[in-house]
């Protein structure tokens, strides 16, 4: 029996930034049937967030056939549907991953029946309400694709998959849709020989990323490709990431404007994996140094990562007296971090985390053993992305003064100023063309002064958006223009 412990980390910026206290909540138990329920093995996500609303996929073997469902929150993870079941008829399904715009849901999985490999596609315009058809991205036969991950960015989605010839000769394959999955452009083969290894694909504006592990080199590396017109064509073509006499395993990528991250497993010290990370600030043109984040005793597995402006939030999993899900997030674009949380506790193994961010939300789900069976257990921090409200002045202004945000129009990142005269609570919201509020900025008491938040768009398309200054004697609402 583990022992039972709850941690409440209040965690106070100084450096002229406020932020709100962050706490995680308890445990939220997602499925609940007699059947085994499965994430993704790969790096893929299978939760997404766009405002409020919070997006999960998952497999489960109901009547000894696998399945895909849905299920989603509309109120940033307090309370949850009942699942959908997305894929069709029930059939012989493996991963699924999922991908959020806005209203726009888009979700990928693999199957195999009777020694037919396939790769599925559907999505929902209306934030998960109605779906449309299945639409098969990928049929070859006897030969083997699998582990997809998918991105969007814009009227884009980004689809790519592992396949596999043989025990030898494996390949990355890569397909897009330029009109939000209605339609599909031909598939790309982007690698030949012995790519072996969970691609994880990433997107911003433009510019398109791909990590997976690269087995050509004798011992097991981390390889990308990297396009700077949404696919098209792919800039420099194979490169590689790490170069080490370890094996480096199973990366995530994620992307924020031209700050791209990679993080994956590594044993280059020894035989215990380690979570590495890399960033370059360049659309990945040029790398910083390798960033070695933990030193257990114990093997950490599986990393996947997400991140929302500067801040940077990555799940894994490792035996603490039993597997368990731990957290890490990094602030200023990485450049320092904050400790280690472990984020499980109860008893039964907790493993396959995967993350999303919206606004100020974290949401994490896993696999976990609790219940005998595999069942999907949820957890959120409700602040733990708090972007913070950076003090430019303690002058106290003459009136309240909400400026045109710049750059604008922007992509995918813009900051806004504020003049508060009086303390008192300040909130800031983002509010869409028809109205409806999708994320808050700013929710908390500030003294006299000039302040600056930013706002992330990347999980939005394209359009006009307004912003939003409140206070108890003013409010004031400005429009700005996202481009992508």
Sequence with gaps: MKNITVTVVFIFFVFCVHGLQTQWQPDYRLTNS?????????????????????????????????????????????????????SGTLDHLRTAVI???????????????????????????????????????????????????????GSYVHLTWQGEFSTSQAYISYRNSSNYGSSWGTPQQLTVGNYRGSPSVCASGDKVFIAFQDDQYGNKEISYMRSTNSGVSWTGGLTRLTNDSGASLNPSAAMSGDTVFVTWMDNRYGSIYQIFLKKSENGGAAWQADHKLTNSTEYCQYPNIAVSGTNVHLVWYRDDNGLEIFYLKGIYSGNSWQQITKLTTEEGSSQDPT?????????????????????IYYKRNPTGNTIGVTTLSTIVPGEYLLRQNYPNPFNPVTKIRFDVPSSEDVVIKIFDMLGREITTLVNEQLHPGTYETEWDAANYPSGIYFYRLITSQFNLTRKMVLTK
Excluded: M
């Design 34 to 86: 007699a059947a085994e329920s499965y994430l993704a093995y790969n790096n893929g996500h299978c939760i997404a967030a766009a405002g409020d609303s919070v997006h999960v996929v998952f497999t489960e073997n109901r009547d000894n056939l696998t399945s895909v469902f849905y299920k989603r929150s509309l109120d940033g993870g307090a309370s949850w549907t009942p699942d959908i079941l997305i």
């Design 99 to 153: 991908a959020v715009q806005g209203q726009r849901v888009h979700v990928a999985w693999s199957k195999i029946e009777a020694g037919i490999y396939e790769i599925y596609y559907r999505s929902s315009t209306n934030g998960g309400n109605d779906w449309r058809p299945v639409i098969n991205i990928v049929s070859l036969g006897s030969i083997s694709v699998d582990k997809p991950s998918i991105a969007v960015t």
């Design 355 to 375: 993350i999303a961010v919206s606004g100020t939300g974290v949401h994490v789900i896993w696999v976990d053993r609790r219940n005998a069976n595999k069942e």
